[in-house]
T-cell receptor, first 114, second 115 residues
Framework: DGGITQSPKYLFRKEGQNVTLSCEQN?????MYWYRQDPGQGLRLIYY???????QKGDIAEGYSVSREKKESFPLTVTSAQKNPTAFYLC?????????????FGDGTRLSIL | AQSVTQLGSHVSVSEGALVLLRCNYS??????LFWYVQYPNQGLQLLLK??????LVKGINGFEAEFKKSETSFHLTKPSAHMSDAAEYFC?????????????FGSGTRLLVRP
């Protein structure tokens, strides 16, 4: 079945450490997105990419980095510069043919601080 | 700029009662509107989407939503709540003016279903 796979499901970060969250899709979608979810705040966009080797900052990109070397993969690195990384991180993908394309979501990674 | 407002962070209904979750949007052009559902520790699942073909949109699990341009609303309803409907629901908006095709999400409404 086609879908989006996020790993790991749970991740713990030590102070000063960078961690990388994986996101892989086999839906042949061009666009991929990373969101951060905090209780009561809905989803906030971190980064998005519409094509390989290109990506744009979202609303809360500070302290995060991404790469898009393959169409199927869009890993997110939470750097030590992100002082409050504890959150639920969601990856999504969609076609790029106008604003009527729904986004498909993975099951998320929950990141906590040790 | 686009925005979405979901009235009520929590809504509680009895099993079998009508479910009504409210969503109002702001967009300078005809919008595309979506409702998603999220169960605990899972991603978001698409319930339904409005793309101007019809103002009343039917989705999965018996949910439907009506687009009302005059009220800038896209409320989600279900005639009879089931215990399995307990989850968090998100309304989202997009349009063709923003070439990034980003979705703007509301802050969510948690639906509680009482037995």
């Amino acid at each position: 079945d086609g879908g989006i796979t996020q790993s790991p499901k749970y991740l713990f970060r030590k102070e000063g450490q960078n961690v990388t969250l994986s996101c892989e899709q086999n839906l042949n979608h061009d666009a991929m997105y990373w969101y951060r979810q905090d209780p009561g705040q809905g989803l906030r966009l971190i980064y998005y990419s519409q094509i390989v080797n290109d990506f744009q900052k979202g609303d809360i990109a500070e302290g995060y980095s991404v790469s898009r070397e393959k169409k199927e993969s869009f890993p997110l690195t939470v750097t030590s510069a992100q002082k409050n990384p504890t959150a639920f991180y969601l990856c999504a993908s969609s076609r790029v043919k106008g604003g009527n394309q729904p986004q498909h979501f993975g099951d998320g990674t929950r990141l906590s601080i040790l | 700029a686009q925005s979405v407002t979901q009235l009520g962070s929590h809504v509680s209904v009895s099993e079998g009662a009508l479910v009504l979750l409210r969503c109002n949007y702001s967009s300078s052009v005809p919008p595309y509107l979506f409702w998603y559902v999220q169960y605990p520790n899972q991603g978001l699942q698409l319930l339904l989407k409005y793309t101007s073909a019809a103002t009343l949109v039917k989705g999965i699990n018996g949910f439907e939503a009506e687009f009302k341009k005059s009220e800038t609303s896209f409320h989600l309803t279900k005639p009879s709540a089931h215990m399995s409907d307990a989850a968090e629901y998100f309304c989202a908006v997009s349009d063709d003016m923003d070439s990034s095709y980003k979705l703007i999400f509301g802050s969510g409404t948690r639906l509680l279903v009482r037995p």
